[in-house]
């Protein structure tokens, strides 16, 4: 359970911001693809529209931060990590920007990333709530 | 506008976590009163049900944190933090709790908080969307 000391070791509904940065992605097959880099809120509602992975060192692809919309991440409390259900293939075809990029975050960016893993689109594209 | 070197530059819809952590938090008189300590996401549908803020050495209260319904939180651009519209008296007789205490931050105190604020109490006490 979350609490004051330990806002992370939560076993009920709430996790702290700062303990899901950072902590590891796995496939489906247990095999860490990288970690969670951040968490892109919308301002006004305080939704998390996606989770930035880091893949650096995973997959060939080098240091690459790889946006993911928050419902693909799963919380697997045996492995402690998030699971996302998607093989390589589909990673590597995904939208992924490079440190250097200066690409926009916004709302044509989740609108892209949205369309790739066909989910939150109506999210992405009108503003609404899910 | 958010980029991936700078996503916590953001003009538009969106703002990282980790940029949310450590933001000045002001009165609406411009007085400091601290800063954000964390955000606590809801894991299934990442909507931030509060951010806490930390208050060690204002208000003549201590180390201590102070949990906020996010939807009390306005960010000003003029000031480069956000905005609470709460006096002093307010913020002194809120849920507040030091940091060796082992209080839950799950749905029972989500629920003290809400109460207290007047704010989000349907949401908090459900589990349903706001």
Redesign the interface.
């Known amino acids: ?5 330990n ?1 992370g070791d ?1 076993g ?7 303990k ?2 950072g902590t590891t992605v796995y496939n489906t097959a247990g095999e860490k693809l990288g970690s969670v880099y ?12 996606y989770a ?1 992975l880091s893949f650096g060192g995973f997959l060939g692809i080098g240091d690459k ?1 790889h946006p993911l919309p ?2 693909q991440l799963k ?1 697997d409390t045996g492995q402690g990590g998030y699971i996302v259900n998607l093989d390589r293939s589909r990673l590597e075809g995904a939208p992924v ?11 044509g960016f ?1 609108r892209d990333v949205a369309a790739y893993y066909g989910s939150g689109g109506a999210y992405y594209g009108s ?1 609404a ?1 899910p």
């Open positions: 359970m979350a609490t004051i000391n806002p939560t009920g509904r709430l996790i702290a911001a700062s899901v940065n951040d968490v892109m809120l919308d301002k006004i509602s305080g939704q998390a529209q930035v931060y928050w419902n919380y920007y490079g440190a250097s990029e200066m690409t926009s975050w916004d709302d989740g503003g709530r």
